[in-house]
C-alpha cells in the first residue's frame, strides 16, 4: 500500500521561504519510472502543479514558478523536499505530494494548507 | 503550457448520466487522467489513460477521448459521486497541466 505524507509549517511570512517534506511509504523512488509530484490547490480554486522528480534525478517545474521551487530526493529517507522562495499571500494553498508512475498522480497525500501572512 | 477548458458545473438526478467535458488542442492525441475531489479530500484518480480505471474504481466510471475534446461518463449517478472533477494531461515537454475544474452537482 502506497501512502504519502506532507509536512511543514502552516504558517509562513511575506518573502519567507517554505520547505515542504513528502514522506513517503509503499514504493522507492529509486524504482524506474517513478516519481512524485507537488501539486498545490488555493482555498476554492483548482488544481495547479508545481514540481516533480523522477527516480533518475529528472526535475520538472511549472514554468510559471520554476524560479522560485527547488525539488529535492532523499531517497533512503523515503523523503521528497520542496522548497518555494518568496512567499506571498497568493501562495495560500493546500500543498499535496503525489506520486507518480506512468498512469497519472495516484495516490495522493492528505495535503497540508499553508497561509501566508503577516 | 497547455490549457484545459472544463465547464464548472454540470447538475445530474440521481440514476441519471453525468458527461464532464475537458477540451484541449488536439487532446485526443493525449492521455487524459481523471481525478474525483470531495470536499475536504485529497483528489482521488478515477479514470487514467482516457478510459481505464484504477483497481476499486466502479465501472459506473469511464472516460473517452478524441480530437480537442476529452469526457469523463459517470453512469447511474449516486449521491456519493457530488465532487470535483479534474481532467490532466502531460503536455509535449512531458509536464503535467490539470483542467480547471467541474463541479458535479447531484440533484
Known amino acids: 500500500q502506497i501512502t504519502l505524507k506532507e509536512s511543514g509549517p502552516t504558517l509562513v511570512k511575506p518573502t519567507q521561504t517554505l520547505t515542504l517534506t513528502c514522506t513517503f511509504s509503499g514504493f522507492s523512488l529509486s524504482t524506474s519510472g517513478v516519481g512524485v509530484g507537488w501539486i498545490r490547490q488555493p482555498p476554492g480554486k483548482a488544481l495547479e502543479w508545481l514540481a516533480l522528480?523522477?527516480?533518475?534525478?529528472?526535475?520538472r517545474y511549472s514554468p510559471s514558478l520554476k524560479s522560485r521551487l527547488t525539488i529535492t530526493k532523499d531517497t533512503s529517507k523515503n523523503q521528497v523536499v520542496l522548497t518555494m522562495t518568496n512567499m506571498d499571500p497568493v501562495d495560500t494553498a493546500t500543498y499535496y505530494c503525489?506520486?507518480?508512475?506512468?498512469?497519472?498522480?495516484?495516490?495522493w497525500g492528505q495535503g497540508t494548507l499553508v497561509t501566508v501572512s503577516s | 503550457s497547455y490549457v484545459l477548458t472544463q465547464p464548472p458545473s454540470v447538475s445530474v438526478a440521481p440514476g441519471q448520466t453525468a458527461r464532464i467535458t475537458c477540451g484541449g488542442n488536439?487532446?485526443?492525441?493525449?492521455?487524459v487522467h481523471w481525478y474525483q475531489q470531495k470536499p475536504g479530500q485529497a483528489p482521488v484518480l478515477v479514470v487514467y489513460d482516457d478510459s481505464d480505471r484504477p483497481s476499486g474504481i466502479p465501472e459506473r466510471f469511464s472516460g473517452s477521448n478524441s480530437g480537442n475534446t476529452a469526457t469523463l461518463t459517470i453512469s447511474r449517478v449516486e449521491a456519493g459521486d457530488e465532487a470535483d472533477y479534474y481532467c490532466q494531461v502531460w503536455d509535449s515537454s512531458s509536464d503535467p497541466f490539470f483542467g480547471t475544474g467541474t463541479k458535479v452537482t447531484v440533484l
Open positions: 503525489a506520486h507518480e508512475h506512468f498512469t497519472g498522480f495516484d495516490p
Open positions: 488536439n487532446i485526443g492525441s493525449k492521455s
Open positions: 522528480i523522477y527516480w533518475n534525478d529528472d526535475k
